[in-house]
């Protein structure tokens, strides 16, 4: 069965600090994968996706990277801002899911807090 | 409109009941997913559309679930005898480009939350 981990759980750093969150999966061969920040009471939104091509993307203050060998990605934060304060979600693709949610694979998540 | 519209955004209710949440996602998109989010936990796939019809439905739990689409554009999530199990936040997705193989965004309305006393 495909599985999306991700650590720690929760998360909790100062303003102005840098924070790394981890993914590790086990779908495989896979697609893509796509890191969502989630805030409370909201809708996820997209932040990165990448293809197994590629090693690292960046989008701001966020970088994500991607190891398809050893099944594991990463979202590095930087200069965090009390705005960071969130979930953020890993979701992997499947190229050869027959249906099943359409291939995608979601995490549970990490809670991200970010104090003044 | 311009980004996935989802109502009612919060929905209080008695056990046994019935209800309906409705997804309107952005236009032009052909696919469009049904998921469902309990507190601290990622989002749970229910059912995936492709225009009309219910690609996969394999996430719906049981028989008290039941979605349509009837012109491949706005989404109706129903939901009949409630249960207390049933609370979550439901969210709607959709992408223009469906397929595991695309890169095509995908975008997350608010979220429906369901309240079952």
């Known amino acids: 069965k495909n599985q999306v981990e991700q650590s720690p759980q929760s998360l909790i750093i100062l303003e102005g600090k840098n924070c790394t969150l981890q993914?590790?999966?086990?779908?495989?061969?896979?697609?893509?994968l796509r890191w969502y920040k989630q805030d409370t009471g909201r809708g996820p939104v997209s932040l990165t996706i990448m293809t197994f091509s590629e090693n690292t993307k960046s989008n701001r203050r966020y970088t994500a990277t991607l190891d398809a060998d050893t099944k594991q990605s990463s979202l590095h934060i930087t200069a965090s801002q009390l705005s960071d304060s969130a979930s953020y979600i890993c979701v992997v693709s499947d190229p050869n899911s027959g249906g099943g949610a359409d291939g995608l694979t979601f995490g549970k998540g990490t809670h991200l807090i970010i104090q003044p | 409109g311009a980004g996935v519209s989802q109502t009612p955004s919060n929905k209080v209710t008695e056990k046994g009941k019935y209800v309906e949440l409705r997804c309107d996602p952005i236009s032009g998109h052909t696919a469009l997913y049904w998921y469902r989010q309990s507190l601290g936990q990622g989002p749970e796939f229910l059912i995936y559309?492709?225009?009309?019809?219910?690609?996969?439905d394999s996430g719906l739990p049981n028989d008290r679930f039941f979605a349509v689409r009837p012109e491949g554009s706005v989404s109706t999530l129903k939901i009949q005898r409630t249960e207390r199990g049933d609370s979550a936040v439901y969210l709607c997705a959709s992408r223009s480009s469906p397929g595991p193989r695309d890169t095509g965004e995908l975008f997350f309305g608010e979220g429906s939350r369901l309240t079952v006393l």
């Open positions: 559309f492709q225009g009309t019809g219910a690609a996969d």
């Open positions: 993914c590790n999966y086990t779908v495989s061969p896979f697609s893509n």
